[in-house]
């Protein structure tokens, strides 16, 4: 597709929330207005800052463990974050042509779902859960972001520590501005990087319900009610028959339309979902050392609260993708569970397409190489733990 998204367009966009949130932050461009361009502007700015800021206290402070892994935890979180954006910014048009496309794919099935009034109810029932999980989500980080912001000023309140990385550099003369901007730059980062995740959470929450929808479409496939005359129930065999076929042919139609679509989904999300990834186990781990080996009690209670962050990125990938998966191995399952037996041959040769299709693991990966799935979170933290421990053996000496 070609159209670029507009403000109006997104209104009525099963991502709505998802978009507008990346336009408040300067992210997705919803027409030209120099209203974004302002807000582009800080938010490119806020993260050239935060990187000079990240790599500049990394530079200063290298040798000391502990205070290192600190600062290297949140220089790549806020890495993670400018690289994500970086990413969405140089490819707008990808996100457009997906949101665009995807709105086509939900519209797809909407007159088979107006017959079957269970239908519109899953429907609905998955762009109310995908605006909840992307409002929740966002509220929390949100949270985090304030324990990090007010954190220094509780605990040691005479020592004008800055919430993220201090400034070995500086006299002190421009803290109050430091930490302004500092809160300011981790704000827009983190909601970017965590709005850009849940934007993908929510479209394979809306995927894998078109591919339920359309698992029950072909279970409802019937032959039409029994009769006792030879002649009316050729009559009604010859014409259900033809309904059942064309239905059918509906449904081959629908499920190509979707793996059309997830190849796209595939190639959009690939680049974001393995920055993620290769991130979070990093992430993870120093998060862990922190908790476990450091003296200051603030940073310990923000490193503690802090975990839940990147684990749960990486979980949202994996969770979300997983059920991409088994309703897509469903489809195989409830295609065999119509009444086909007594159906034509064409209806059954059109039947071998969906099934031979379906059986086919849909499964996206990060990267192109690493599969999302529930299994591949379980490794990544299997990973974390095991940079932790090395870091622990590199402490004790």
């Not at 600062?71 to 665009?100: E, H, N």
């Not at 050392?289 to 990147?310: H, N, R």
């Not at 749960?312 to 409830?334: D, F, I, K």
Request: one cysteine or more; charged letters at 15%; glycine letters at 6%.
């Amino acid at each position: 597709m070609e159209d670029k998204l507009s403000w109006t367009f997104s209104g009525n966009s099963a991502l709505k929330l998802n978009i507008r949130h990346l336009w408040l932050l300067g992210t997705w461009k919803l027409g030209e207005s120099r209203l974004f361009k302002m807000q582009s502007t800080v938010a490119f700015g806020l993260s050239i800052w935060s990187t000079v800021e990240c790599v500049l206290a990394v530079y200063f402070i290298w040798g000391d463990l502990e205070q290192t892994t600190l600062v290297l935890l949140i220089t790549f979180t806020c890495g993670a974050g400018v690289v994500k954006m970086f990413i969405f910014v140089t490819t707008g048009r990808r996100y457009d042509s997906l949101t665009l496309r995807l709105d086509a794919l939900l519209s797809l099935q909407t007159g088979p779902c107006s017959e079957d009034p269970a239908l519109p109810a899953i429907a609905d029932w998955s762009r109310r859960k995908a605006s909840r999980l992307t409002m929740g989500l966002l509220l929390f980080m949100l949270s985090q972001s304030m324990v990090w912001y007010f954190v220094p000023l509780i605990a040691h309140p005479e020592e004008r520590s800055l919430p993220f990385v201090q400034h070995p550099w500086d006299d002190g003369g421009l803290f109050g501005l430091a930490y302004g901007v500092q809160c300011l730059s981790a704000a827009y980062v983190s909601q970017i990087s965590f709005g850009v995740d849940c934007l993908f959470a929510a479209v394979m929450i809306l995927v894998a319900t078109q591919l339920e929808i359309l698992g029950q479409r072909l279970v409802n496939l019937r032959n039409g009610r029994r009769v006792a005359g030879r002649r009316e129930k050729e009559q009604l065999a010859r014409k259900t028959g033809e309904s059942m076929y064309d239905d059918l042919r509906l449904c081959v139609e629908t499920h190509q339309e979707i793996l059309r679509f997830m190849t796209q989904l595939q190639d959009t999300m690939s680049p974001m979902a393995m920055t993620q990834f290769a991130v979070s186990v990093v992430i993870v781990c120093m998060a862990l050392f922190q908790a476990t080996f450091s003296e200051d009690i603030s940073a310990v209670l923000k490193c503690v609260l802090f975990l839940p962050i990147p684990t749960g990125q990486v979980y949202l990938y994996c969770w979300a993708a997983n059920n991409v998966t088994e309703q897509a191995e469903a489809v195989s399952a409830a295609a065999y569970s119509c009444n086909w037996v007594d159906a034509s041959e064409r209806f059954k040769q059109s039947m071998r397409i969906i099934l031979s299709r379906s059986q086919k693991p849909l499964v996206l990966r990060a990267g192109r190489l690493y599969p999302i799935n529930r299994e591949a979170f379980l490794s990544l933290v299997n990973a974390s733990y095991s940079y932790y421990t090395l870091l622990s053996q590199m402490n004790d000496r």
